[in-house]
């Protein structure tokens, strides 16, 4: 499992702050890294848009990142001006969680593959 975590800035109330959804394909490749967004808010709290401050290195894990904050909320109460205009900074962190159960040995199959 991959687990992808949204670091929390001081003093942020956020309502609503999701972590990016993992295709399973994006856990198959191993992606891993950090996206540091700047994530421009209107004065509900609300995210009105997102840039990429330092990539991933990774588009795909970028964009996922990109797509969870659209659907973020902070508290109206904790909205600042500069929030507005320059944005807010975050970071989002997407690590392996790690593995559950044991593995199968080497040239093994799993029982529901057997016959």
């Known amino acids: ?31 891993q890294g950090s996206v540091v967004l700047s994530m421009t808010l209107d004065q509900g709290g609300h995210v009105t848009s ?3 401050l330092k990539t991933s290195g990774s588009p795909v894990l970028d964009q996922l990142a990109q797509d969870a904050a659209m659907k973020w909320r902070l508290s109206a109460d904790a909205v600042i001006p500069s929030d507005l205009t ?6 989002i962190v997407f690590v ?10 080497p040239n093994s199959q799993p029982y529901w593959a057997s016959r």
């Open 86 to 91: 320059q944005g807010r900074v975050e970071k």
């Open 50 to 52: 997102t840039r990429v």
């Open 96 to 105: 392996h969680a790690p593995p559950h159960g044991k593995q199968l040995p």
């Open 1 to 31: 499992m991959m687990v992808a975590l949204p670091l929390t800035t001081a003093n942020a109330k956020w309502l609503e702050k999701a972590s990016p959804k993992m295709p399973y394909g994006v856990y198959i490749e191993g992606l």
